[in-house]
């Protein structure tokens, strides 16, 4: 059976850019199964960030803006002391993913969307969960928010966070976010970074005749 693997990261600007593209992919091919993987964008990073830096995340942030039409908040990127650490995010996906699958590409987007439209502190656990509770909810796989954080502060989240950036590694994926078409054994690269409607399902399309005729026998 086919299945699409997601790699992206929830506070990386162009996933969240490449968000209501993906979506709009998957009703057009109703059906096609989605597994997320998080990639991890800036792990672990505890640097505050500097003028220099949110420069040069404001003027990135305003180019996904233009290419996508998306909201941008930008207040989050000068509220104090804050370190652009992407590791509670991506842990609160694969903490979602341990509570309900099914809904942890939905919760993916709600991180994305209250991070980078609303200026929501997605750094923060308290925050993490109530987002993603809500996003659970919204669902129909309600999780109270003590629950969730014990999911996200679980070692069994933190492992699966870590493996899902060592197979980021392992793959040496060139960017976020990245599509991956899987059939059986066979993985084929989609695209890699941002990829605008209607040209990502002429992409998939393309793979799928490639394999029905790579699969052909010769008369």
Not at 189 to 197: C, E, F, P, S
Request: glycine fraction near 6%; charged fraction near 25%.
């Amino acid at each position: 059976m086919s299945r699409l693997i997601y790699i992206a990261d929830p506070m990386c600007a162009w996933s969240y850019g490449f968000g209501p593209e993906l979506a709009a992919l998957l009703e057009g091919v109703p059906g096609l199964p989605v597994d997320v993987v998080v990639g991890g964008l800036r792990p672990y990073n505890k640097n505050v960030v500097s003028p220099e830096r949110r420069a040069e995340l404001k003027a990135q942030w305003e180019q996904v803006a233009r290419e996508t039409g998306l909201p941008f908040n930008l207040d989050i990127l000068s509220k104090e002391n804050f370190a652009y650490d992407t590791e509670p995010a991506c842990r609160a996906v694969v903490a979602a993913r341990k509570l309900a699958p099914q809904a942890s590409l939905y919760v993916f987007h709600e991180i994305q969307r209250m991070f980078f439209s609303e200026g929501k502190d997605t750094t923060q656990p308290e925050v993490l969960a109530s987002i993603a509770c809500k996003a659970l909810a919204e669902e129909g796989y309600p999780v109270d928010e003590a629950t969730f954080l014990a999911t996200w502060n679980s070692d069994i989240a933190v492992k699966g966070t870590n493996d899902d950036f060592l197979l980021t590694e392992k793959w040496e994926l060139k960017g976020f976010p990245t599509l991956v078409l899987e059939r059986g054994t066979e993985l084929d690269l989609v695209t890699t970074g941002y990829v605008a409607m209607p040209r990502l399902i002429e992409l998939l399309l393309e793979l799928v005749e490639e394999g029905k005729d790579a699969n052909a026998k010769p008369a």
